[in-house]
C-alpha cells in the first residue's frame, strides 16, 4: 500500500470516529479551495457529521452560484471543539491565516489532515494527502472518494461541485496539469449529472458588460519585454474599482489575454488588493522548463510550475522591478 492510499484509509478512519468536523481552506480562497471543501463538506453531511467550515474570509460572490455560503469566519473553534479538521487546497501553514494563528493549540491537539495537490506544499502536518499528479483538490476529492468506494454519495449537485474545481484549476483542460486521469474523471462526473454548460459559461464564457469595457482599457496597457517573452501589466485598484469590478475577476485578464499573447514565455499580471493594501502578482509560465513557482516561493508565495502567485505588503513599483530582476535570468535560457 503506497503512503498516499494509508493516508486516505486512514482519513476514513478519522472521519468514521468523529461526530464533530470543521473544513478549512486557503485564505483568499480560490475556486478549487472552496468546491473542494464544499463537495466534502456534502458529503460529511449524509454521514451524519455535525460540520462547519471556516476562513478567515467570506468566499467570494461570484463562487456562491452552485453552492450556498457556509462559512463562518467568526466561528468560536474552541467551542465547537471539532474532534477532527481537514484543510483542503492550502498549500502551506501560513495559507492557513488567523484562523490558524489564534487557534494553534486546537490544531496540534485535535486530527488534522491536509488534503492538496499543490507541489510547494511542504507536507505541513502528520496526516497528508497529497496528490501532486492532480489537476486540482476536487480532483483528488474524486480519488479519494473513489478509493473509500463512496462516489455513491456525488449526487448531481457534488458532481458540479467537483467539476468546477477541475475546469477552474485546468481552465477547462486547457492547462498541462489536464491529464488523461482528469478527463476519465470530468467524465464520471458528467454521467452523475454534474452540469458542465453552466460551469463553462459561468466561469470562462460569461463578463457583465463592465468587466468588457475595463478589459478594453487594460489592453492599452499591457506591456512587453524587448525580445518580447516577458508580457505584463499593472492594475491600480482605483482602474478596476472605476468599472465596479471586484479584485477576484482581474486575474481571469491574465487567462484571456495575457498568457496568449505571440512569443510570451511568462506572462505577469499585478495588481493592488482590494483591502488591507499590499499587491498580488499572478505569473503563467508557456513554457516547460520556465518554473515560475521558483520565483514565487523566493517571495513566499506559492503554486505550481506553470501557475503560480504571491503577495506582498509592497508598493506596486517596487515589486515591479524586483520580480524582473528574478525573472529575466529565467526565460533568457529558453
Ligand atoms: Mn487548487
Given at each position: 500500500m503506497s503512503s498516499l492510499e494509508?493516508?486516505?484509509?486512514?482519513?476514513?478512519?478519522?472521519?468514521?470516529?468523529?461526530?464533530?468536523i470543521l473544513l478549512i481552506n486557503h485564505i483568499r480562497m480560490d475556486p478549487d479551495a472552496f468546491w473542494s471543501l464544499c463537495a466534502f463538506y456534502m458529503v460529511c453531511k449524509k454521514l451524519w457529521k455535525?460540520?462547519?467550515?471556516?476562513?478567515?474570509?467570506?468566499?467570494?460572490?461570484?463562487?456562491?452560484?452552485?453552492?450556498?455560503?457556509?462559512?463562518?469566519?467568526?466561528?468560536?473553534?474552541?467551542?465547537?471543539?471539532?474532534?477532527?479538521?481537514?484543510?483542503?487546497?492550502?498549500?502551506?501553514?501560513?495559507?492557513?491565516?488567523?484562523?490558524?494563528?489564534?487557534?494553534?493549540?486546537?490544531?496540534?491537539?485535535?486530527?488534522?489532515?491536509?488534503?492538496?495537490?499543490?507541489?510547494?506544499?511542504?507536507?505541513?502536518w502528520k496526516t497528508n494527502i497529497i496528490d501532486v499528479s492532480c489537476s486540482s483538490t476536487c480532483e483528488l476529492i474524486y480519488?479519494?472518494?473513489?478509493?473509500?468506494?463512496?462516489?455513491?454519495?456525488?449526487?448531481?449537485?457534488?458532481?458540479?461541485?467537483?467539476?468546477?474545481?477541475?475546469?477552474?484549476?485546468?481552465?477547462?483542460?486547457?492547462?498541462?496539469?489536464?491529464?488523461?486521469?482528469?478527463?476519465?474523471?470530468?467524465?464520471?462526473?458528467?454521467?452523475l449529472w454534474g452540469h458542465n454548460k453552466e460551469v463553462i459559461f459561468q466561469f470562462f464564457r460569461k463578463k457583465s458588460f463592465e468587466r468588457a469595457k475595463l478589459w478594453g482599457s487594460l489592453l492599452k496597457k499591457i506591456k512587453k519585454t524587448r525580445d518580447g517573452k516577458i508580457v505584463w501589466i499593472s492594475i491600480h485598484k482605483r482602474v478596476y474599482s472605476h468599472f465596479s469590478i471586484g479584485e477576484q475577476w482581474i486575474k481571469w485578464f491574465l487567462n484571456e489575454f495575457l498568457a496568449n499573447i505571440e512569443g510570451c514565455v511568462v506572462a505577469m499580471l499585478l495588481y493592488e488588493l482590494e483591502e488591507g493594501g499590499g499587491v498580488k502578482w499572478s505569473l503563467r509560465s508557456n513554457h516547460d522548463d520556465v518554473d515560475v513557482s521558483e520565483v514565487c516561493v523566493d517571495m513566499w508565495g506559492g503554486g505550481h510550475k506553470l501557475a503560480a502567485w504571491f503577495a506582498k505588503q509592497w508598493d506596486i513599483k517596487h515589486i515591479e522591478g524586483e520580480i524582473m530582476k528574478k525573472l529575466r535570468p529565467l526565460v533568457k535560457r529558453v
Open positions: 494509508a493516508s486516505i484509509i486512514s482519513l476514513w478512519t478519522k472521519i468514521h470516529l468523529s461526530k464533530k455535525e460540520v462547519k467550515a471556516i476562513n478567515d474570509e467570506k468566499p467570494p460572490e461570484n463562487f456562491l452560484l452552485f453552492h450556498d455560503d457556509i462559512f463562518e469566519p467568526h466561528l468560536n473553534i474552541k467551542k465547537f471543539n471539532p474532534d477532527l479538521i481537514i484543510s483542503f487546497d492550502a498549500g502551506g501553514i501560513e495559507q492557513l491565516g488567523k484562523t490558524y494563528i489564534n487557534n494553534n493549540d486546537i490544531f496540534d491537539k485535535k486530527d488534522f489532515v491536509v488534503i492538496d495537490h499543490h507541489i510547494t506544499n511542504p507536507w505541513f480519488d479519494i472518494l473513489e478509493d473509500l468506494s463512496m462516489t455513491h454519495m456525488i449526487d448531481s449537485q457534488v458532481a458540479t461541485l467537483l467539476l468546477c474545481g477541475i475546469h477552474t484549476d485546468t481552465n477547462t483542460f486547457y492547462n498541462k496539469n489536464t491529464t488523461p486521469k482528469t478527463l476519465r474523471i470530468a467524465a464520471r462526473l458528467l454521467e
